[in-house]
């Protein structure tokens, strides 16, 4: 008598099916942890522009300009005078968490270029924490992660 054994069994096909749903579930998360670092790297790209240009507007114009964090909105805000003239506003994703941890809020730059009151804020993503540093004397501030 003879055998045909042109299909897989069903324990075949359950061990390849698993072995298949564990890649999918390792790379899932691996690209999730991937984006997460991405998006933050965006970030702090740009709000170290944001931080330049504060400081160049400290240095050429008359007037006090701030740099406000609004974390119930999930975005920051550059104003001339206090709660006066919107220049503009960068969003983060919502998820993020920001906590001003030493650095008091808002930022603010002197005429001479250097930070008002120095001190540490805390982004905390959905993976990882970071940590921003703005020292004394400095005209900027630096990632710490």
């Not at 944001?50 to 701030?66: I, K, T, V």
């Not at 008091?104 to 120095?118: D, M, Q, V, Y």
């Amino acid at each position: 008598m003879l055998h045909n054994q042109r299909a897989f069994s069903l324990i075949e096909l359950l061990i390849a099916l698993s072995i298949s749903s564990i890649i999918l579930a390792v790379s899932g998360s691996y690209a999730m942890k991937t984006y997460d670092t991405l998006q933050y790297k965006q970030f702090i790209k740009q709000f170290h522009q944001d931080l330049l240009y504060l400081q160049q507007l400290a240095l050429s114009q008359e007037g006090n300009f701030y740099l406000h964090f609004e974390r119930q909105h999930n975005r920051y805000q550059i104003r001339k005078g206090g709660f006066g003239t919107k220049l503009f506003v960068r969003t983060y994703p919502d998820h993020w968490i920001v906590e001003p941890n030493t650095l008091k809020l808002p930022i603010e730059f002197s005429h001479k270029g250097n930070i008002k009151r120095p001190g540490t804020m805390q982004i905390k993503t959905r993976f990882h924490t970071f940590y921003i540093i703005c020292p004394f004397g400095k005209g900027r501030c630096y990632d710490a992660s």
